[in-house]
């Protein structure tokens, strides 16, 4: 198998040993069966959950994911909303 790490904005590392909480901003939910599909082909343990409404998204960060991937422009709000909700 081989190694593959993810840099996040953080300095944190992803490794295949944990089990992640991965959060898809995503409209597509094909789109988002994709990403799972690679992110499982690179060996990582997930659990997944995809938001395409902006309340949806701030909810959904009430349970803490690890990783936020996210569609850079949806029909009711993008990606640059999603960083200023964090920041929050």
């Known amino acids: ?3 593959t790490r993810v840099h996040l904005k953080f ?3 992803l490794t295949m040993a944990d089990l992640y909480h991965f959060l898809l901003v995503e409209d597509r ?9 690679e992110l499982k082909r690179s060996g990582f343990q997930f659990k ?3 938001v395409d409404r902006e309340d949806d998204y701030i ?5 803490g994911p690890d990783v936020i991937i996210a569609d850079y422009v949806l029909p009711q709000f993008d990606a640059n909303i999603c ?5 929050e």
């Open 11 to 13: 300095g944190n590392f």
């Open 83 to 87: 960083s200023n909700d964090i920041s």
């Open 1 to 3: 198998m081989r190694s």
């Open 29 to 37: 939910l094909s789109d988002a069966e994709l990403i799972v599909l």
């Open 59 to 63: 909810n959904a960060l009430m349970d």
């Open 48 to 50: 997944w959950q995809r």
